[in-house]
């Protein structure tokens, strides 16, 4: 199948999960890689060689282990730099995962700096969007009494950009949006909204969460002024995320957390704090984890995100003609692969989502059920949850083949044929 990684059988040796039996004696068919990826030996040999040559608490600890972990650390942070064309390494922001890098946003743009927001300000975000670039621009709204706005969506699971000029307006002091939805699969076009955004002086926020495990992520070309991902997504592990952000922006915000690293000289009766990325990372920070990100993102480097890209493309081409021929079966979003990622939402009729979960799960096939954390993308239209299957590097075209197989069998089990 064209766009395939020529290598993908060595792919999947990389990632020792994906050699296991189930129970039932079933293999596994993981396609729930948009809620977290699988991990790559190279990123746990990392992790599992920093714990036990090199662990230290990072900058405090002047002896050679602390030395060593803060070099592993910072190494971790040049290592994402490069992955995401960042101009600076300063401008790179460890976090927890991206849900705390969107708070940080809305949080630090509700405080004193030039771009804070007030009433009578507007925040833009879509329908489309995780409840992690929702909910913290609610909160900010309500707070500062700004009003809250958003893009709607087609029939077809696009954001309607009709009324583009009379959304973003002279009001509009931050746009918020994903790169890739992770209910829909839609790809949006953030370099031309963002045009839009700064033609009025706003500023630009991306949820790249779903973009960067599979599209090259150049984070000037995108046009943001602030952009997030979390390290599960990208092959990494759980418990860290990125924020990058244009130095400009991050050298005017205040900081978002009080601790230790983050403070130049503490005083009982004020402080003042460190420069970037310092400034937004009080305490002690996930530093195993930034050891396992920079092997991630070092890993899909060397794979090539281009030919990630082209992958996740074929794969999603092959899922979305197999989907068609299972009879009853729905998918929300493009159904064109080259405008959409590889998270595929359905609906199968007369099959509750969490049934046919269920029923999958049984023949060792790794799927989600639920709205995904993007609710109004489903009330949108009309449906309360969906079965979402979601691809990566290492899917191969048989595997989606025992998911179709699997729908099949899942219609007999309750007797829709």
């Not at 009379?166 to 963002?194: C, Q």
């Not at 009982?268 to 396992?292: D, L, N, Q, R």
Request: glycine share 10%; aromatic share 6%; with cysteine.
């Amino acid at each position: 199948m064209d766009g395939l990684l020529p290598d993908l059988e060595v792919v999947r040796k990389d990632f020792p999960i994906l050699e296991r039996t189930l129970a039932g004696g079933m293999p596994l068919v993981y396609l729930d890689s948009a809620n977290t990826s699988q991990k790559p030996q190279c990123v746990i040999d990392a992790m599992v060689d920093h714990l036990e040559h090199h662990n230290a608490n990072i900058a405090r600890a002047m002896h050679q282990l602390g030395a060593e972990a803060t070099q592993a650390f910072e190494d971790a942070r040049d290592a994402v730099a490069a992955f995401i064309g960042a101009p600076s390494r300063d401008e790179v922001i460890f976090t927890k995962n991206a849900s705390e890098a969107l708070n940080l946003a809305a949080n630090t743009l509700a405080w004193a700096s030039p771009y804070q927001v007030g009433p009578g300000d507007e925040v833009v975000i879509t329908e489309m969007e995780h409840h992690s670039n929702i909910v913290p621009w609610q909160l900010l709204t309500q707070r500062t009494g700004a009003t809250l706005r958003w893009f709607g969506l087609t029939d077809e699971g696009q954001l309607d950009l009709s009324g583009i000029d009379s959304l973003i307006t002279e009001r509009t002091k931050v746009v918020s949006l994903t790169w890739v939805s992770n209910a829909l699969g839609t790809i949006n076009p953030v370099a031309e909204i963002a045009r839009r955004a700064h033609e009025v002086g706003a500023l630009v926020v991306v949820d790249a969460s779903q973009a960067a495990p599979q599209l090259p992520v150049d984070v000037v070309a995108s046009g943001a002024d602030i952009l997030v991902f979390t390290g599960h997504k990208v092959v990494g592990p759980t418990g860290i995320g990125v924020l990058w952000g244009r130095r400009e922006v991050l050298e005017q915000l205040p900081p978002f957390l009080g601790g230790g690293e983050m403070i130049e000289t503490v005083r009982m009766e004020a402080s003042t704090y460190a420069g970037i990325p310092h400034k937004f990372e009080a305490g002690t920070p996930p530093i195993a984890e930034a050891v396992g990100l920079g092997a991630a993102v070092r890993y899909l480097g060397d794979v090539g995100m281009e030919a990630i890209q082209a992958h996740e493309q074929a794969i999603t081409a092959y899922a979305l003609d197999g989907l068609a021929t299972v009879p009853g079966l729905k998918v929300l979003g493009p159904t064109d692969a080259a405008l959409r990622g590889g998270a595929i939402s359905f609906e199968l009729d007369g099959i509750h989502p969490h049934d046919l979960q269920t029923v999958l799960d049984t023949r060792g096939i790794a799927v989600r059920a639920g709205h995904h954390c993007a609710r109004p993308a489903h009330e949108r239209f009309g449906v309360q949850s969906t079965t979402r299957m979601s691809s990566y590097l290492y899917t191969t075209p048989g595997e989606i083949d025992a998911l179709v197989e699997g729908l099949e069998y899942a219609r007999s089990y309750f007797r829709l044929d």
